[in-house]
């Protein structure tokens, strides 16, 4: 169930006799689910009062009632394994509590924050792999006896890609500085992790498809990586928040309505 509305998860965790939590669900889209040796796992402690009522736990994944399902068929990052991941009647200590009972949403929400710098991260490498290897080809490639780099329409595009290419990595950057104000003065950086992933991972996504065009029908050859880019670059608008969810924060956050 949960997804964008982070906090509409069905996973419970309920006490035994012994003070024990005793959890039960299942969560879709768990990268590294079937390789992790230990797992954060967010679930309800106390249903009906939303947010609130959300606790986080260390679950170690050999201890019996977890159970990791088949590993996702994706479009793209098939490097890494992606899976359901299943709760039954999973006993957790009560030690392995992360933090207070009903504080588990706050901690997920922190989390998010530092993960969408390194998704932005993630979408700059993409970037610049792109942009490299276009610059390379347009040198290389010729037509109409010229490297297809004297082209105009292909200048245009290297200059587009070089300006948003700079621009996702000053933001990235901006937004890493950001982090580690926050950890000393205390503050938030949300927006600046927000901004970060959206536009790094929307300039992932042009510059990839750009790169694939530069490179004509080799940029659709799986002899050359621009195929994978491409594939790999639109998982950076979706997980960590999609787009419209890092709209929402960074308009939020903007003009302080909701
Ligand atoms: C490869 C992969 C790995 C993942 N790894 C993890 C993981 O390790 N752990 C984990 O917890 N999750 C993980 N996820 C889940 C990921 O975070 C979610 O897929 C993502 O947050 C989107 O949620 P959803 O898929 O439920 O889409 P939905 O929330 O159903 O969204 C569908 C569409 O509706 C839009 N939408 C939703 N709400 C609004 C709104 N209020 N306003 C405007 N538009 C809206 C969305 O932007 C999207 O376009 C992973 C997903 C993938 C694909």
């Known amino acids: ?78 490097a890494s394994a992606t899976c359901e991941i299943e709760f ?6 009560a030690a392995d509590m992360l933090g207070a009972q009903g504080k588990g949403f706050g901690i997920a929400m922190g989390v998010l924050d530092a993960g969408r710098i390194g998704i932005a991260s993630q979408a700059v490498g993409l970037c610049r792999a792109a942009y490299e290897a276009s610059i390379a080809y347009v040198r290389e490639r010729k037509a109409f006896g010229h490297a297809i780099g004297s082209f105009q329409m292909i200048q245009a595009k290297i200059a587009d890609m070089k300006c ?55 940029g659709y050859s799986k002899e050359m990586p621009l195929e994978r880019y491409f594939r790999d670059a639109k998982i950076t608008e979706i997980y960590e928040g999609t787009s419209e969810i890092q709209r929402i924060v960074i308009a939020r956050n903007e003009t302080g309505l909701r």
């Open 1 to 78: 169930q949960s997804g964008s509305d982070a906090s509409a998860m069905h996973t419970q965790a309920t006490r035994n006799a012994d003070g024990d939590w005793v959890i039960n669900g299942k969560k879709s889209w768990i990268t590294s689910g079937s390789v992790a040796r230990y797992i954060i796992l967010f679930a309800i402690t106390t249903p009906g009062i939303g947010a609130k009522g959300i606790s986080a736990f260390i679950i170690d994944t050999r201890r019996p009632g977890f159970h990791a399902g088949k590993i996702e068929p994706k479009l793209g990052i098939r």
């Open 88 to 93: 039954h009647d999973y006993v957790c200590p």
């Open 164 to 218: 948003r290419l700079d621009a996702a990595q000053m933001l990235t950057l901006r937004a890493a500085f950001a982090k580690g104000e926050a950890e000393r003065t205390g503050g938030r950086f949300s927006t600046e992790a927000a901004v970060a992933k959206l536009y790094a991972s929307e300039a992932a996504m042009w510059i990839t498809h750009q790169a694939v065009q530069i490179h004509g029908g080799m």
